[in-house]
């Protein structure tokens, strides 16, 4: 590859600054970007690969930036003899925005410059901003469609702490609290967590994990991947092909960003490879995407359209079959469901997806639909019992071939604390009590796994009696609470203490 130098642009018109050169790319894996507040707090964090060549960073609202901020840059990976820099950028004024922009272009020059390693890792869960935006103030095309401003009010709480609702078991490093994200598991002993959204509305700066179930820890898992890894991004779906081994990443947004591209993680070779796929599909986030015989079935989701008009949901059906690389729309019959986003769609028994709840500005749902898989044919489902109340970005997953789980969510308002069991034979509701979630939360992910080994539960005492957590167990990670507080906490749940 030839020689790369990495150049900086501060303020819109502002001439391209050189930060640094240095040689050809060689072993080299990317080059870090931090960005630090005065405390040299992170505020935000990039990489530059040769697949990935420019970062843009914008100064937000809240005025997080109101002071001298540094840029931090480090190589990684190959001979780091000439490895990183530091350059201190102008103190900023907080009523005006300006942009920066980090590239990585080519350059003939060679210059040493000091290494500056700079890589820090924790839980930090700030107050901050509204996850949402209630009733008309969505879909009109400011910041994201369900994106909420921070209000003058919570901007000042920045620096108070947030609540942890839950002690994470078995670990002392954890995620980044977030909302967002993805947690997809890959076999009876790991999960992968993929992406989300942090305080101060910014991207998570750990944007990938891997959840050992052995004993509940957490390991950074970004770097072990190789080849061109996803954008950072909320609203985007994770699937796991049991067959190929490998995880389909689809969608989501990044600011005033949107995705339609496809990610491929195979979990053999540890190695991300983006599709190049034929067909049609538009850039989605907040849809649902289940795997059936080796497709992908995306339904429903927010999309983009041209300024002034707002982000508009979608109705549609969209199936991708990774054999061929192409998306394509079936046919499908019977009683559609109404645009949606932030819904929940559970695969059951291989023959049906069970649609619940979602939102289309200012309508929240609370209503059921299900698609058969083998006529694709949709149908309302007419339910009983103690009916979940409206709500959208709620986490789901199924406990046994007739019952999935509903929990938390947004109702337009607020973060939902509440759970619910829906069970396939007799269409009725069931609320359960869960007291390992009792803060509201929205945004979070919600998996079941077969646990080898007995566990405590996360917030247990010494030598209380928490049985044996061997067999399906539920795992409920992370999520926000709509009042600036993001969650890293990781809490189990025996599923055959909520079916039976």
Not at 409 to 426: R, V
């Amino acid at each position: 590859m030839e020689d790369f130098g990495v150049f900086a642009v501060f303020g819109e018109n502002a001439p391209p600054q050189k930060l640094l050169s240095s040689g050809r790319w060689g072993d080299r894996i990317c080059v870090n970007a931090e960005l630090d507040d005065s405390e040299k707090f992170p505020i935000t964090i990039g990489k530059l690969t040769p697949y990935n060549k420019c970062l843009s960073w914008e100064q937000w609202e809240e005025e997080t930036w109101t002071h001298n901020v540094t840029l931090n840059l480090t190589l990684e990976g190959g001979n780091l003899d000439s490895g990183g820099t530091q350059a201190v950028l102008r103190e900023l004024n907080g009523k005006r925005k300006r942009q920066r922009e980090t590239e990585d272009e080519e350059a003939d020059e060679n210059a040493q410059v000091k290494i500056t390693p700079v890589r820090r890792t924790g839980a930090h869960t700030k107050r901050g901003q509204k996850l949402f935006m209630g009733g008309a103030d969505v879909g009109k095309g400011e910041e994201q469609a369900i994106m909420g401003r921070t209000p003058p009010s919570a901007a000042k709480t920045k620096n108070r702490p947030a609540k942890t609702p839950t002690i994470n078991a078995g670990s002392l490093v954890v995620p980044s609290g977030r909302w967002g994200q993805t947690l997809c598991p890959i076999d009876a002993q790991t999960a992968i967590l993929i992406g989300g959204q942090g305080s101060r509305m910014q991207f998570c700066k750990d944007p990938m994990w891997k959840l050992c179930t052995e004993d509940l820890s957490w390991v950074a898992a970004e770097t072990l991947a190789e080849g061109p890894t996803p954008e950072a991004r909320i609203g985007h779906t994770a699937v796991y092909d049991p067959d190929s081994k490998r995880i389909f990443v689809f969608g989501g947004s990044k600011n005033k960003k949107w995705f339609n591209d496809v990610h491929i993680l195979d979990t053999q070779s540890w190695r991300w490879s983006m599709v190049e796929a034929q067909g049609k599909v538009p850039p989605l986030a907040y849809h649902t995407c289940s795997m059936f015989r080796g497709e992908l079935f995306v339904l429903g989701g927010v999309f983009p359209r041209p300024n002034p008009e707002p982000d508009c949901c979608s109705d549609s059906l969209y199936i991708f079959d990774p054999t061929l690389s192409i998306w394509y729309q079936p046919i499908v019959t019977g009683d559609m469901p109404s645009p949606r986003s932030g819904h929940s769609a559970c695969v059951m028994q291989q023959r049906k997806i069970y649609m619940f709840g979602g939102w289309d500005t200012p309508v929240c749902y609370n209503d059921m639909y299900m698609l058969d898989l083998g006529l694709m044919e949709f149908s309302s489902v007419e339910t009983s019992g103690s009916v979940p109340s409206p709500r959208s970005w709620h986490g789901s997953a199924v406990l046994s071939d007739t019952k999935f789980l509903i929990h938390g969510g947004y109702n337009g308002s607020h973060a939902l604390s509440d759970a619910f069991i829906f069970d396939t034979e007799s269409s009725s509701w069931t609320t359960v009590a869960l007291p390992q979630l009792s803060l509201p939360r929205a945004g979070h992910s919600i998996i079941t796994m077969e646990m080898t080994d007995c566990h405590r539960f996360p917030g247990s005492h010494e030598g209380e009696d928490t049985g044996n957590m061997k067999g399906k167990t539920l795992l409920v990670f992370g999520g926000g609470d709509n009042e600036g507080n993001f969650y890293c906490d990781l809490t189990t749940v025996a599923v055959d203490d909520l079916v039976n």
